[in-house]
């Protein structure tokens, strides 16, 4: 997994590259939790996204309810058809911000 960090002013765009599973997603989460203060919005970039396990659903919301008190939109961009069809079958499409 790779990751990069942009801000444009208070925004910050999170591009994801290859996979956020298991050994790799409290990485993902350091990343996050590492810039929260820092911005007004999050956009997570997936469109490299390969694949993402539970333990990254797990980050996605625990991110989105740090961020909920603070009324911080996260919203997430360019996913794929794989990406997609597993936020439709866990539900995840229900309650994140997908664009």
Do not use: C, H, W
Request: hydrophobic share 40%.
């Amino acid at each position: 997994m790779d990751i990069v960090k942009n801000y444009d002013g208070k925004e910050l765009t999170i591009q994801i590259k290859g996979r956020i599973d298991t050994v790799t997603a409290p990485d993902f989460e350091n990343e996050i939790n590492d810039e929260i203060g820092k911005f007004d919005s999050l956009i997570l970039d997936f469109t490299d996204l390969e694949y993402i396990s539970s333990a990254g659903l797990r980050v996605l919301i625990a991110t989105q309810k740090k961020l909920k008190p603070e009324d911080i939109p996260m919203v997430i961009k360019n996913v794929n058809d794989a990406i997609s069809e597993i936020f439709r079958m866990s539900g995840f499409d229900k309650i994140l911000k997908i664009e």
